[in-house]
């Protein structure tokens, strides 16, 4: 049975935190450590995983352990609790390495013992019908005497590091001999900050000191404690040989208990501290799923068809068109340069310039990330190259492939037609009234075409002819040339935008991966229990 009340909103949120663990490692498994805590994310996913484990057990049972070191006497209070002896207490080595579990109320508690990993053979069911009610305040306690966690048995200390983890509330056990002792005080009370609702310090054996001495102990425990981060959470004076205390802790116990709150209380607090440490991670909030607009790859397509020698691709194909539309000139005479290049590549055109094209890629690369904070620049820069040695190549078989032919038209055909019958009309014309002119016996026929001769007529016909399509036809040509070279050079930048477009949907894809996480991880922040 899962937790009812705030356990959908938290489930929520930890199904978010996981959403962000997840797009944020698949983009940083290669980079640097420096940028990234592999550690740090690799704990967010943990927590997201155990939480969500946890929140399928029992929500009736709140589960609390008894930690600490050496000698601090967990067993005794741990059986002083329960008011039975169901674990041996031990004051000089460890006695206790394996947890014992003491159960108030056993409906739904298996499956969480279990969950817990306690042996079956270590658990214990207070509640009898001996008892009455009298332990009724206790039902849903799962009560964990823990290994010492300075124990010279590795397994030991393995196992009590897991259950601190895993439990709902920490009672910290300490004596006077180890109450300062800094594997307690710097390997666990210091990092448990976040956890200050569910964290309980026992100051327990008072019975072994003066009262004075016990004050005096008690205030110093008092002030480490503030010390490791933790101030204001109880710190309670114990002896389970006296009974001195133990109603306290039982009444804390009680009232926890009571809540049903402590499992959430302490999913929340690990929850909020794992957001703490990945948001510098998704730091700024700009927009941007809008950093690569039109005008950027716009921007991009012009950088690639500058590398690609665009413009002087269309003006070789505008030579190209006014060649063929020459008078005269043989009208199928093609460009030297265009003769070279088509021996470079298949297409007709070399490779785009490597450094520009480089060049290009990191800027739009700069643009798109302005702002973000690291990994993702560099991840924005990997999108964007990740074609970058075959983009050269790629560029310029596109640009080559693309290249229009030059056409030569039906009136262009007909514009030569009719210059070469000029010219046969001029030459012929001239040949007759040359021949005419020298035969002095006149034995060439002269036609008249009214009291024009025929001759005459030609050679002033085809000059009109040929002049008036060498004044109107160049000029025509000209612009039709200039026409082609801009319709050319919109066509090359428009296969250049189709590369460009290719190179910005990775970078695109990243940044909307950095919104998705920014998301989610201000969707793991929220906490509807404080808004």
């Known amino acids: 049975m899962v937790h009812d009340l705030t356990t959908e909103p938290l489930a929520d949120r930890l199904d978010a935190l996981g959403r962000f663990v997840r797009i944020v490692s698949s983009h940083v498994a290669d980079l640097a450590p420096a940028t990234v805590d592999p550690d740090a994310l690799a704990a967010a996913g943990a927590l997201a995983d155990r939480a969500v484990a946890r929140l399928r057990q029992s929500g009736e049972h709140t589960v609390v352990a008894l930690a600490g070191a050496t000698g601090g006497g967990k067993s005794s209070l741990f059986n002083a609790l329960a008011n039975m002896e169901l674990s041996t207490a031990g004051a000089l080595r460890p006695t206790t390495g394996a947890a014992h579990a003491c159960v108030w109320g056993t409906a739904g508690a298996d499956g969480l013992l279990d969950w817990l990993g306690v042996e079956p053979s270590r658990r214990f069911v207070r509640e009898s019908l001996l008892d009455a009610e009298d332990e009724a305040p206790l039902r849903g306690l799962v009560l964990l005497d823990l290994p010492d966690m ?138 941007v799923e809008d950093a690569v607009t039109r005008d950027v790859v716009l921007e991009l397509a012009d950088d690639f068809a500058a590398a690609a020698g665009v413009r002087a691709v269309a003006a070789d194909g505008g030579q190209a068109y006014a060649r063929r539309a020459a008078l005269p000139g043989w009208p199928f005479r093609r460009s030297r340069r265009n003769a070279r290049l088509a021996e470079v590549l298949p297409d007709g055109l070399p490779p785009a310039e490597p450094a520009a094209v480089g060049l290009a890629v990191r800027r739009l690369a700069a643009r798109a990330a302005a702002g973000l904070p690291p990994p993702w620049p560099d991840e924005v820069l990997m999108a964007a190259s990740t074609n970058g040695d075959r983009l050269p190549d790629e560029l310029g078989r596109a640009v080559g492939a693309a290249s229009p032919v030059p056409p030569l038209a039906i009136g262009w055909k007909l514009a030569r037609v009719g210059w070469w019958l000029a010219i046969v009309s001029v030459l012929a014309g001239a040949a007759w009234l040359g021949w005419h002119a020298i035969d002095r016996d006149r034995n060439v026929p002269a036609f008249l075409v009214g009291r024009v001769w025929l001759a005459t007529l030609m050679v002033v016909a085809g000059a009109v002819v040929a002049l008036l399509i060498l004044l109107v036809g160049r000029p025509l040509a000209a612009a039709r040339a200039r026409r082609f070279r801009a319709a050319s050079e919109r066509r090359l930048r428009d296969v250049t935008a189709t590369v460009a477009r290719e190179v910005v949907a990775p970078v695109r894809a990243v940044l909307r991966d950095y919104a998705d996480a920014r998301a989610a991880l201000d969707e793991a922040a929220t906490n509807p229990r404080r808004s």
């Open 150 to 287: 300075d124990s010279v048995a590795t397994a030991h200390r393995v196992e009590a590091d897991r259950l601190v983890r895993v439990v709902d509330l920490v009672v910290w056990v300490l004596d006077p001999q180890k109450y300062a002792d800094q594997t307690v005080h710097e390997d666990y009370l210091r990092h448990m900050g976040a956890l200050r609702d569910v964290t309980v310090v026992v100051f327990n054996q008072t019975d072994r000191l003066t009262p004075a001495d016990a004050a005096r102990c008690l205030a110093d425990l008092a002030r480490l404690v503030d010390a490791d981060g933790l101030p204001g959470i109880p710190v309670i004076a114990t002896s389970a040989l006296t009974g001195e205390g133990v109603g306290e802790v039982r009444t804390l116990l009680e009232k926890t208990i009571a809540g049903r709150q402590a499992a959430l209380a302490r999913l929340e607090g690990e929850l909020g501290a794992a957001v703490e440490d990945l948001a510098p991670l998704v730091a700024s909030a700009a927009a």
